[in-house]
């Protein structure tokens, strides 16, 4: 009998012991570091945790002729305090998502439609490329430079995952040539041509 009311009230204690589960998003709080603030578990809906915006094409009409969709916690509440996110990629024929790092994530790209090019070069400078069908998976270990490119003569669509709600982005002809850097910088630290600087300054909308 002791026994039955100690379990009891173990289960009792147990069943009331605040385990966070979730954190959604409060978007009406500013992002910190950390995420968002929590909303009140009150106010949280099954509708939190589902994100509808990634089954529809991104507008590929631009310079690189491709569109990231991103579903981080800014779109989608519920992944907020995950330490994940997502995002759709559409990439028109000719598209490229250009060399880039993410330096706080690690990536898993899934292919859903066409052929995309894909690849990433290693710390030792390394070069690991493959073309991916639909249903392929390659992952973009943290901070390493990589692109993915149209391989194929219609659209391509992937959706990215990454283990960090802040995976960051830099992208290398951005840094180099989309900036105030002054061009004798940029020859003088990458070995190129002046004129090829100033080609890529002009159509990046640099300056310098
Ligand atoms: C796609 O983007 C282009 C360039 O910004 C714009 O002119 C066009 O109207 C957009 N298309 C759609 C369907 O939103």
């Known amino acids: 009998m002791l026994r039955t009311i100690f379990l009891l009230s173990l289960l009792f204690a147990l069943s009331n012991a605040s385990v966070q589960d979730f954190c959604v998003a409060n978007l009406k709080r500013a992002e910190t570091p950390a995420g968002y603030p929590c909303i009140r578990p009150i106010h949280v809906k099954a509708t939190d945790f589902v994100f509808s915006g990634l089954g529809t094409p ?11 969709t991103p579903a981080f916690a800014a779109q989608f509440p519920g992944l907020n305090g995950l330490g994940l996110s ?3 990629l559409d990439l028109a024929p000719k598209g490229v998502i250009p060399m880039h790092t993410h330096p706080g994530a690690s990536e ?3 292919v859903l439609t066409g052929s995309i090019t894909a690849g990433f070069v290693s710390s030792a400078n390394a070069v690991y490329v493959q073309t ?5 998976v390659m ?4 901070g390493l430079l990589h692109f993915q490119i149209n391989a194929g003569k219609s659209s391509a669509s992937a959706v990215v995952t990454f283990n960090s709600a802040n995976p960051g982005l830099q992208i290398l002809d951005f840094a180099l ?3 105030s ?9 990458t070995f190129l041509d002046a004129t090829t600087v100033k080609k890529l300054k002009g159509v990046l909308g640099g300056t310098g």
């Open 177 to 179: 040539f989309a900036n």
């Open 58 to 68: 991104g507008n590929t009409t631009n310079i690189i002729n491709a569109a990231v």
């Open 108 to 110: 898993v790209l899934f």
């Open 86 to 88: 997502t995002a759709r």
């Open 181 to 189: 850097l002054p061009a004798e910088l940029v020859v003088g630290t």
């Open 132 to 136: 991916l069908k639909p249903g392929q």
């Open 139 to 142: 992952v973009f270990p943290q």
